[in-house]
């Protein structure tokens, strides 16, 4: 029997990894999950689609943690009320990441994805980064801004990332052992990125 094609995305502000996502779900024929999580969650959850984009990524407190270890402890989102509602919109990202891996393949971006999948066992992790001058220079041309206004965008973009990330995983966000792979997108480009991690996926199957 093949094995399943699961592949969870973490990376750095700026150095591409919703695009290495796209393009690597387009080389493998299989869907791309990043912002799409957020509606697949409200859909399944009921909760607001607004409140999943107003909470994306955004890191909270630790008393989360010992829910995220193991939520089905508790049951449904739905029956535990007197839960924050950033808690109840991770559970819900959390249960929406599981029940798509268990449905489909897919390519998944950011949002503790390696973590909800951490049991699964045909997944397969990568952390994308750069080196700040390269990130700083793409946002400036993706978006417009000066050198000094993209450089704090990446600066508190990833710091936001971290938090949240290390705030629901028992792992650190970016550090080698978290990930199978960790590639610098500057030294192959978005092409070769892709290549190399299609290649790995492969290999491992």
Not at 72 to 79: C, E, K, P
Not at 147 to 159: G, H, L, N, P
């Amino acid at each position: 029997m093949a094995k399943q094609i699961l592949v969870t995305i973490g990376r750095e502000f700026g150095s591409g990894g919703h695009e290495i996502g796209k393009r690597l779900a387009d080389k493998l024929g299989i869907k791309l999950f990043d912002r799409e999580l957020l509606e697949v969650a409200a859909r399944d959850s009921g909760l607001s689609r607004d409140l999943f984009e107003y909470h994306d990524e955004k890191p909270v407190n630790s008393l989360l943690y010992s829910l995220s270890v193991n939520p089905y402890s508790m049951g449904s989102i739905a029956g535990v009320p007197e839960l924050p509602i950033s808690h109840k919109l991770f559970l819900a990202q959390f249960e929406a990441i599981q029940k798509l891996a268990r449905e489909q393949n897919c390519v998944i971006v950011g949002r503790c994805a390696d973590y909800a999948l951490r049991d699964f066992a045909d997944v397969f992790h990568v952390f994308i980064h750069a080196p700040l001058e390269y990130r700083i220079q793409t946002v400036m041309e993706r978006s417009g801004l000066d050198e000094a206004q993209a450089k704090e965008q990446v600066i508190k973009t990833d710091k936001k990332r971290a938090a949240y990330y290390n705030s629901y995983s028992d792992k650190k966000w970016g550090a080698l052992q978290s990930y199978h792979l960790s590639v610098d997108s500057s030294l192959l480009g978005l092409d070769g990125t892709v290549e190399l991690i299609a290649q790995a996926v492969r290999l491992r199957r």
